[in-house]
């Protein structure tokens, strides 16, 4: 039967815990109780990761120990858990290792790595991304297997310094031909010698400025109004506008004197058929 000496209060909820239901540190600080350190534990399955330590008051700040993860965490969050503070560790010490493929570019643990060898100041060996991708531990890129991580990088600079070299003469190219690229689907358009400077995409649609290779943004030109124009001039020329009221006649005044005369002439027949006398037999 347990004394009172094996009963202590957990340092965050201040529960009597005996020694079956509690953690203790060895600085001999106040203990947490179980169900106290899980929650604590669990809170640290997240980045950016930091592993809880003792918040006793004696100052050592001693992390929790890998055994209470083990013991505390169902399997999945005590792997978790571990991954969390081995990518950290390895993150301050820039020896992380992630999957070279960028779409993935997840962080490949330790127990997914295989064929380590550090001898002779040279890393060497392959990491398995959960994702199934193979990436070198050497250099972080996709395993190139018969090339030394060195020759790979030789051999990057000089792919990388022939692409560029491709891409100039072909830029210079495109200029002598009055070919440039669209700033917003990159394909070819051509400018007509003298013509415009806006010049619509075949491909994509979109205008844009010769000289400046941008899109043109044509709100610019919506509701613009000619300089010099004061408010108040547009207001009344556009209230003129409203009260206005067509006139079919008023702008033909040649077709206006004809039907007027048409009328006229209309008039004066009725009137001589009514002041003519009929003839009686």
Known sequence: MEGKKDIKDCVLCGKACKKATRKDFSCGCDPYCTTCATAYLKSCLSKPFFKPKCDGGCGSQKPFPDLWARQLLRRKDATTYFDLGSEADEVSRNAALYCHDTACGRYIPPRYRFGLNNDAATVDGTGTCPCGKLTC?????KVHQGE?????????????KLKEELERQSHRTMGQLSIKQCPKCQSAAEKADGGCNYVQCASCGKTFDWDTASIVDYSKFVDSKPEGIKPEDEKSTYGNLESFEFNPFEDKPAENEFAENKAANANSSEAMAIDEPTNTL
């Open 137 to 141: 531990i050497g250099c972080g890129d």
């Open 148 to 160: 030394t991580c060195a020759e790979v990088q030789a051999r990057w600079e000089a792919e990388g």
